[in-house]
């Protein structure tokens, strides 16, 4: 499938500080790419460089094969985006808003404003002034706006912040949408991991400046590990027992027990007959399969401990 979207060893640097070092990623046509990492761990940085924002210390972006520059102003007209905070003008409406956008993208088609309002759900409030509305509804005209002139890619940073549930699945059904139905690429940028879980078909994990991963879905899922989570009244002398039988348990935050072992994934029956003739029968007993959080919890501390 066609690349969309390439870096080559991105780099930014800011005095002895690098918010980004030597990033290479790659996104391919229809392709949504779940960016994640914690707060000011580069993401945003890497974002602001791929649309030309700022520029790179070293390191190429490249846009449909053609390298961001700041000459090369043709290639946004096949790109929406949508990077931290939305701007609008607060003291016209949200259909003002578009409209001038409309007029500013010199966008040709006159039922478009009408369009994206309906797609985000925005039409009750096409005459409620943008400093009035909610911070959901705020980030859905910045996302309306980044879908006005219909991109071939789209770059949305922290596209959920601000939304209620509803709101979420709205926004998780549009994105599917767009990629899968119109082969639109989508580059997600988020810390909230279920949500880019439910989303993405490919992951690239960004820790302290770094790209540590990128992964498919598929191959993630392969990754995901199963556990056995046991609850019982009786933690410590539970854990004594499933300890002395092999098992090494490790006490969780909400205070359960959860063994990765694979004969007791495999077997929990047994387990549960164990702590019951050593009368310590669990309450709660149930094989979990870790999600991108846990996942990536893990892979962060693991590379804590090998930069340590």
């Known amino acids: 499938m066609t690349?969309?979207?390439?870096?080559?060893?991105?780099?930014?640097?800011?005095?002895?500080?690098?918010?980004?070092?030597?990033?290479?990623?790659?996104?391919?046509?229809?392709?949504?790419?779940?960016?994640?990492?914690?707060?000011?761990?580069?993401?945003?940085?890497?974002?602001?460089?791929?649309?030309?924002?700022?520029?790179?210390?070293?390191?190429?972006?490249?846009?449909?094969?053609?390298?961001?520059?700041?000459?090369?102003h043709h290639l946004w007209k096949h790109v929406g985006h949508l990077v931290e905070t939305p701007h609008s003008y607060p003291e016209l409406t949200v259909k003002e808003n578009l409209e001038l956008f409309h007029r500013l993208r010199r966008i040709l088609e006159q039922d478009t404003v009408s369009n994206v309002l309906n797609l985000l759900n925005l039409t009750r409030y096409a005459d409620t002034k943008a400093g009035e509305l909610s911070l959901g509804n705020a980030q859905r005209l910045g996302i309306a706006k980044a879908l006005l002139h219909s991109p071939e890619i789209l770059i949305l940073d922290e596209p959920f912040n601000g939304l209620d549930p509803a709101g979420m699945m709205q926004m998780r059904e549009l994105l599917q949408s767009l990629a899968y139905e119109q082969g639109v690429t989508i580059l997600v940028s988020s810390h909230l991991l279920s949500e880019v879980a439910k989303i993405t078909s490919k992951i690239g994990i960004i820790h302290d400046g770094q790209l540590l991963?990128?992964?498919?879905?598929?191959?993630?899922?392969?990754?995901?590990?199963?556990?056995?989570?046991?609850?019982?009244?009786?933690?410590?002398?539970?854990?004594?027992?499933?300890?002395?039988?092999?098992?090494?348990?490790?006490?969780?935050?909400?205070?359960?027990?959860?063994?990765?072992?694979?004969?007791?994934?495999?077997?929990?029956?047994?387990?549960?007959?164990?702590?019951?003739?050593?009368?310590?029968?669990?309450?709660?007993?149930?094989?979990?399969?870790?999600?991108?959080?846990?996942?990536?919890?893990?892979?962060?501390?693991n590379e804590g401990r090998g930069s340590s």
């Open 213 to 301: 991963q990128e992964i498919t879905a598929d191959e993630l899922k392969q990754l995901l590990r199963q556990r056995l989570i046991i609850a019982t009244r009786h933690i410590e002398a539970a854990s004594a027992v499933l300890s002395a039988a092999g098992f090494h348990p490790t006490l969780n935050k909400s205070g359960e027990l959860e063994i990765y072992n694979d004969d007791a994934v495999q077997h929990p029956d047994q387990v549960a007959r164990l702590l019951v003739e050593k009368d310590h029968p669990p309450t709660r007993l149930v094989v979990e399969e870790e999600n991108l959080e846990s996942y990536f919890l893990q892979l962060v501390k």
């Open 3 to 72: 690349v969309i979207i390439e870096t080559e060893r991105l780099t930014k640097r800011y005095k002895n500080f690098y918010a980004v070092q030597d990033v290479s990623l790659t996104i391919r046509k229809g392709e949504i790419y779940g960016f994640i990492g914690l707060n000011g761990a580069g993401k945003t940085t890497t974002i602001r460089m791929l649309l030309g924002m700022i520029q790179p210390s070293r390191g190429s972006c490249y846009i449909k094969g053609e390298r961001v520059s700041r000459t090369n």
